[in-house]
Protein backbone atom coordinates (compact mmCIF):
# COMPACT_ATOMS: atom_id res chain seq x y z
CA UNK A 1 0.00 0.00 0.00
CA UNK A 2 2.63 2.59 1.06
CA UNK A 3 4.49 1.82 -2.43
CA UNK A 4 1.34 2.37 -4.35
CA UNK A 5 0.87 5.98 -2.56
CA UNK A 6 4.86 6.25 -3.13
CA UNK A 7 3.84 5.64 -6.46
CA UNK A 8 1.50 8.16 -7.21
CA UNK A 9 3.73 10.81 -5.15
CA UNK A 10 6.53 10.28 -7.92
CA UNK A 11 3.92 10.59 -10.86
CA UNK A 12 2.61 14.06 -8.87
CA UNK A 13 5.90 15.48 -8.35
CA UNK A 14 6.32 15.18 -12.32
CA UNK A 15 2.86 16.91 -13.20
CA UNK A 16 2.87 19.56 -10.45
CA UNK A 17 3.92 22.70 -12.95
CA UNK A 18 1.77 22.04 -14.85
CA UNK A 19 -1.91 22.91 -13.18
CA UNK A 20 -3.95 23.28 -16.37
CA UNK A 21 -7.54 21.94 -16.59
CA UNK A 22 -6.35 19.24 -18.99
CA UNK A 23 -3.92 17.73 -16.65
CA UNK A 24 -5.05 14.14 -16.37
CA UNK A 25 -7.49 14.47 -19.01
CA UNK A 26 -5.43 11.32 -20.83
CA UNK A 27 -4.50 9.46 -17.58
CA UNK A 28 -8.68 8.67 -17.30
CA UNK A 29 -9.07 8.16 -20.70
CA UNK A 30 -6.64 6.79 -22.47
CA UNK A 31 -6.32 3.50 -20.94
CA UNK A 32 -3.04 2.26 -22.62
CA UNK A 33 -0.47 5.31 -22.29
CA UNK A 34 -2.01 7.19 -19.78
CA UNK A 35 -0.01 6.64 -16.73
CA UNK A 36 3.05 6.48 -18.95
CA UNK A 37 2.50 9.80 -19.84
CA UNK A 38 3.13 11.12 -15.89
CA UNK A 39 7.18 9.55 -16.23
CA UNK A 40 8.17 12.24 -19.44
CA UNK A 41 9.28 14.68 -16.86
CA UNK A 42 9.49 17.90 -18.35
CA UNK A 43 7.68 16.39 -21.92
CA UNK A 44 4.67 15.87 -19.55
CA UNK A 45 2.76 18.86 -20.07
CA UNK A 46 3.18 18.65 -24.16
CA UNK A 47 2.64 14.90 -24.68
CA UNK A 48 -0.64 15.60 -22.31
CA UNK A 49 -1.83 18.31 -24.43
CA UNK A 50 -1.17 16.38 -27.16
CA UNK A 51 -2.36 12.74 -26.11
CA UNK A 52 -5.75 14.74 -25.01
CA UNK A 53 -5.77 16.21 -28.15
CA UNK A 54 -6.05 13.12 -29.60
CA UNK A 55 -8.99 11.52 -27.14
CA UNK A 56 -11.43 14.78 -27.73
CA UNK A 57 -11.63 13.62 -31.56
CA UNK A 58 -11.27 9.89 -30.91
CA UNK A 59 -14.27 9.67 -28.87
CA UNK A 60 -16.35 11.93 -31.32
CA UNK A 61 -17.71 8.84 -33.42
CA UNK A 62 -18.27 7.00 -30.18
CA UNK A 63 -20.42 10.14 -28.69
CA UNK A 64 -22.76 10.43 -31.48
CA UNK A 65 -24.80 8.46 -33.41
CA UNK A 66 -25.33 10.87 -36.59
CA UNK A 67 -22.33 11.14 -39.18
CA UNK A 68 -23.12 14.88 -40.15
CA UNK A 69 -22.88 15.80 -36.19
CA UNK A 70 -19.57 13.96 -35.82
CA UNK A 71 -18.46 15.47 -39.21
CA UNK A 72 -19.02 18.83 -37.68
CA UNK A 73 -17.03 18.16 -34.79
CA UNK A 74 -14.32 16.96 -36.62
CA UNK A 75 -14.31 20.41 -38.43
CA UNK A 76 -13.64 22.14 -35.82
CA UNK A 77 -10.86 20.84 -34.64
CA UNK A 78 -9.86 20.80 -37.94
CA UNK A 79 -10.34 24.42 -37.97
CA UNK A 80 -8.56 24.92 -34.70
CA UNK A 81 -4.90 23.35 -36.58
CA UNK A 82 -5.51 25.63 -39.39
CA UNK A 83 -6.01 28.91 -36.83
CA UNK A 84 -2.80 27.36 -35.13
CA UNK A 85 -0.54 27.41 -37.67
CA UNK A 86 -1.91 30.55 -39.29
CA UNK A 87 0.83 32.58 -39.94
CA UNK A 88 -1.79 35.72 -39.58
CA UNK A 89 -1.90 34.72 -35.67
CA UNK A 90 -5.68 35.03 -36.15
CA UNK A 91 -7.81 33.81 -32.51
CA UNK A 92 -8.02 30.31 -31.69
CA UNK A 93 -11.00 29.30 -29.81
CA UNK A 94 -10.96 29.38 -26.23
CA UNK A 95 -10.60 25.82 -25.48
CA UNK A 96 -8.31 24.42 -22.92
CA UNK A 97 -7.10 21.75 -25.45
CA UNK A 98 -6.68 24.29 -28.06
CA UNK A 99 -5.14 26.26 -26.10
CA UNK A 100 -1.97 23.90 -25.01
CA UNK A 101 -1.34 22.94 -28.53
CA UNK A 102 -1.59 26.60 -29.20
CA UNK A 103 1.18 27.46 -26.56
CA UNK A 104 3.54 24.17 -28.28
CA UNK A 105 3.27 25.14 -31.52
CA UNK A 106 4.30 28.59 -31.07
CA UNK A 107 7.26 26.74 -28.89
CA UNK A 108 8.31 24.25 -31.05
CA UNK A 109 8.51 23.34 -35.07
CA UNK A 110 5.47 21.02 -35.41
CA UNK A 111 3.99 19.30 -38.10
CA UNK A 112 0.67 20.49 -38.81
CA UNK A 113 0.34 17.87 -41.34
CA UNK A 114 0.17 15.26 -38.26
CA UNK A 115 -2.24 16.61 -36.33
CA UNK A 116 -4.48 16.46 -39.83
CA UNK A 117 -3.73 13.11 -40.19
CA UNK A 118 -5.92 11.74 -37.01
CA UNK A 119 -8.33 14.51 -37.43
CA UNK A 120 -8.79 12.76 -41.30
CA UNK A 121 -8.53 9.44 -40.14
CA UNK A 122 -11.81 9.73 -37.87
CA UNK A 123 -13.83 11.19 -40.40
CA UNK A 124 -15.54 8.12 -41.69
CA UNK A 125 -19.18 7.23 -41.29
CA UNK A 126 -19.71 4.34 -38.02
CA UNK A 127 -20.76 1.65 -40.35
CA UNK A 128 -17.52 1.59 -42.87
CA UNK A 129 -14.86 -0.69 -41.93
CA UNK A 130 -11.71 -2.04 -43.42
CA UNK A 131 -11.29 -4.61 -46.22
CA UNK A 132 -7.94 -5.10 -45.51
CA UNK A 133 -4.96 -6.10 -42.84
CA UNK A 134 -3.24 -2.95 -44.75
CA UNK A 135 -6.46 -1.06 -43.89
CA UNK A 136 -6.57 -1.54 -40.63
CA UNK A 137 -2.23 -1.22 -40.36
CA UNK A 138 -2.85 2.34 -42.23
CA UNK A 139 -5.72 3.45 -39.49
CA UNK A 140 -3.25 2.69 -36.68
CA UNK A 141 -0.34 4.28 -38.02
CA UNK A 142 -2.33 7.74 -38.92
CA UNK A 143 -4.85 7.44 -35.70
CA UNK A 144 -1.82 6.60 -32.91
CA UNK A 145 1.81 7.11 -34.81
CA UNK A 146 1.10 10.63 -35.23
CA UNK A 147 0.61 11.13 -31.55
CA UNK A 148 4.79 9.65 -31.04
CA UNK A 149 5.55 11.99 -33.83
CA UNK A 150 4.08 15.02 -32.67
CA UNK A 151 5.31 14.12 -28.57
CA UNK A 152 8.73 13.71 -30.35
CA UNK A 153 8.85 16.85 -32.12
CA UNK A 154 7.78 18.88 -29.22
CA UNK A 155 10.64 17.56 -27.38
CA UNK A 156 13.02 18.44 -30.22
CA UNK A 157 14.08 15.31 -30.86
CA UNK A 158 14.57 14.02 -34.66
CA UNK A 159 15.62 10.14 -35.18
CA UNK A 160 15.12 7.92 -37.60
CA UNK A 161 15.53 5.24 -35.41
CA UNK A 162 13.17 6.69 -32.82
CA UNK A 163 11.08 7.27 -35.75
CA UNK A 164 10.78 3.78 -37.18
CA UNK A 165 10.32 2.31 -33.51
CA UNK A 166 7.26 5.05 -32.63
CA UNK A 167 6.14 3.80 -36.27
CA UNK A 168 5.53 -0.03 -34.94
CA UNK A 169 4.53 0.65 -31.82
CA UNK A 170 1.89 3.16 -32.73
CA UNK A 171 0.77 0.61 -35.23
CA UNK A 172 0.33 -2.20 -32.78
CA UNK A 173 -1.16 -0.10 -29.91
CA UNK A 174 -3.71 1.04 -33.01
CA UNK A 175 -4.37 -2.26 -33.82
CA UNK A 176 -4.70 -3.07 -29.53
CA UNK A 177 -7.09 -0.14 -29.57
CA UNK A 178 -9.52 -1.54 -32.16
CA UNK A 179 -9.72 -5.00 -30.67
CA UNK A 180 -10.34 -3.43 -26.92
CA UNK A 181 -12.99 -1.36 -28.65
CA UNK A 182 -15.10 -4.74 -29.58
CA UNK A 183 -17.55 -5.25 -26.74
CA UNK A 184 -18.54 -2.02 -26.46
CA UNK A 185 -19.59 -1.30 -30.55
CA UNK A 186 -23.38 -1.22 -31.35
CA UNK A 187 -24.96 -3.37 -34.40
CA UNK A 188 -25.02 0.09 -36.33
CA UNK A 189 -20.89 0.07 -35.89
CA UNK A 190 -18.71 -1.58 -38.02
CA UNK A 191 -16.48 -4.39 -36.67
CA UNK A 192 -12.92 -3.39 -37.01
CA UNK A 193 -11.85 -6.33 -38.38
CA UNK A 194 -11.08 -6.27 -41.89
CA UNK A 195 -13.16 -8.38 -44.53
CA UNK A 196 -10.98 -10.24 -46.04
CA UNK A 197 -10.00 -11.99 -42.31
CA UNK A 198 -13.87 -12.34 -42.17
CA UNK A 199 -14.27 -14.10 -45.13
CA UNK A 200 -11.22 -16.09 -45.11
CA UNK A 201 -12.56 -17.88 -41.55
CA UNK A 202 -16.01 -17.74 -42.89
CA UNK A 203 -17.19 -15.10 -39.79
CA UNK A 204 -20.18 -12.37 -40.15
CA UNK A 205 -19.82 -9.69 -38.02
CA UNK A 206 -22.83 -10.26 -36.36
CA UNK A 207 -20.84 -13.10 -34.45
CA UNK A 208 -18.02 -11.23 -34.17
CA UNK A 209 -20.93 -9.04 -31.89
CA UNK A 210 -22.53 -12.02 -30.21
CA UNK A 211 -18.85 -13.80 -29.70
CA UNK A 212 -20.29 -17.03 -28.11
CA UNK A 213 -18.25 -19.35 -26.15
CA UNK A 214 -16.04 -21.63 -28.03
CA UNK A 215 -16.63 -20.25 -31.58
CA UNK A 216 -13.34 -21.18 -33.13
CA UNK A 217 -14.08 -18.64 -36.06
CA UNK A 218 -14.05 -15.68 -34.01
CA UNK A 219 -11.10 -16.72 -31.98
CA UNK A 220 -9.10 -17.29 -35.36
CA UNK A 221 -10.07 -13.79 -36.67
CA UNK A 222 -9.52 -12.37 -33.21
CA UNK A 223 -5.84 -14.37 -33.16
CA UNK A 224 -4.93 -12.99 -37.14
CA UNK A 225 -5.19 -9.06 -35.38
CA UNK A 226 -4.01 -9.77 -32.20
CA UNK A 227 -1.07 -11.38 -34.35
CA UNK A 228 -0.45 -8.64 -36.47
CA UNK A 229 -0.62 -6.00 -33.18
CA UNK A 230 2.34 -8.31 -31.87
CA UNK A 231 4.46 -8.06 -34.59
CA UNK A 232 4.44 -4.20 -35.24
CA UNK A 233 5.30 -4.37 -31.17
CA UNK A 234 8.18 -7.02 -31.49
CA UNK A 235 9.77 -4.88 -34.50
CA UNK A 236 9.55 -1.46 -31.91
CA UNK A 237 11.22 -3.76 -29.59
CA UNK A 238 13.91 -4.75 -31.98
CA UNK A 239 15.09 -1.21 -32.59
CA UNK A 240 15.52 -0.85 -29.05
CA UNK A 241 19.25 -1.02 -28.27
CA UNK A 242 19.61 2.22 -31.51
CA UNK A 243 17.67 4.37 -29.00
CA UNK A 244 18.96 7.07 -27.35
CA UNK A 245 18.16 6.67 -23.44
CA UNK A 246 16.00 9.82 -23.44
CA UNK A 247 13.76 8.95 -26.04
CA UNK A 248 12.46 5.23 -24.40
CA UNK A 249 10.26 6.25 -22.21
CA UNK A 250 8.31 7.93 -25.02
CA UNK A 251 7.99 3.99 -26.06
CA UNK A 252 6.56 2.92 -22.48
CA UNK A 253 3.00 2.25 -23.76
CA UNK A 254 4.48 -0.67 -25.49
CA UNK A 255 4.66 -2.37 -21.66
CA UNK A 256 0.32 -1.97 -21.93
CA UNK A 257 0.06 -3.11 -25.30
CA UNK A 258 2.30 -6.22 -24.75
CA UNK A 259 0.52 -7.19 -21.58
CA UNK A 260 -2.84 -7.10 -22.96
CA UNK A 261 -1.73 -9.25 -25.69
CA UNK A 262 -0.96 -11.65 -23.03
CA UNK A 263 -3.73 -11.28 -21.59
CA UNK A 264 -6.10 -12.15 -24.45
CA UNK A 265 -3.81 -15.05 -25.25
CA UNK A 266 -4.68 -16.46 -21.87
CA UNK A 267 -8.46 -16.07 -22.25
CA UNK A 268 -8.02 -17.48 -25.56
CA UNK A 269 -8.89 -14.17 -27.63
CA UNK A 270 -11.88 -13.96 -26.17
CA UNK A 271 -12.56 -10.17 -25.85
CA UNK A 272 -15.42 -10.10 -23.83
CA UNK A 273 -13.91 -12.33 -21.25
CA UNK A 274 -14.23 -10.73 -17.83
CA UNK A 275 -9.87 -11.31 -17.05
CA UNK A 276 -9.47 -8.80 -20.13
CA UNK A 277 -12.17 -6.53 -19.08
CA UNK A 278 -10.89 -6.19 -15.55
CA UNK A 279 -8.60 -2.77 -15.06
CA UNK A 280 -4.79 -3.97 -14.36
CA UNK A 281 -3.98 -2.69 -11.70
CA UNK A 282 -0.57 -3.50 -11.83
CA UNK A 283 0.39 -1.72 -14.84
CA UNK A 284 1.92 1.68 -13.00
CA UNK A 285 4.36 -0.35 -11.11
CA UNK A 286 5.49 -1.92 -14.74
CA UNK A 287 5.38 1.58 -16.36
CA UNK A 288 8.05 2.33 -13.66
CA UNK A 289 9.93 -1.00 -13.41
CA UNK A 290 10.35 -0.47 -17.43
CA UNK A 291 11.43 3.11 -17.31
CA UNK A 292 14.22 2.62 -14.89
CA UNK A 293 15.30 -0.18 -16.97
CA UNK A 294 14.77 1.68 -20.09
CA UNK A 295 12.58 -0.88 -21.72
CA UNK A 296 9.22 -0.85 -22.82
Known amino acids: MNFGRNLKKCFDRFTKPHKSKIRFLTTKKTGLDGNATLLLKDSVRSTIAIRAFNVEISRIPYITSDDKIAAMRLKFWDDAIEKIFDKNNVQVPDHPVVNE ?46 VYYLSL ?28 SIPQLTREQAIPISQDILIKH ?9 NKKDDKGVEECVFEIATLAHQHLEKARALLKSLPRDTKPFLLPGVAVQRYLERLRLVKFDLTHQKLLQRDNTLPIAYYWNYFRGTF
Open 101 to 146: LNHICKSHKMTKQFFKRLISCRNRPRNQGFLTLKQIEEYAENSVSS
Open 153 to 180: EAKGINNVHVDHACSHLGKSQGIVNLLR
Open 202 to 210: GVSQERILR
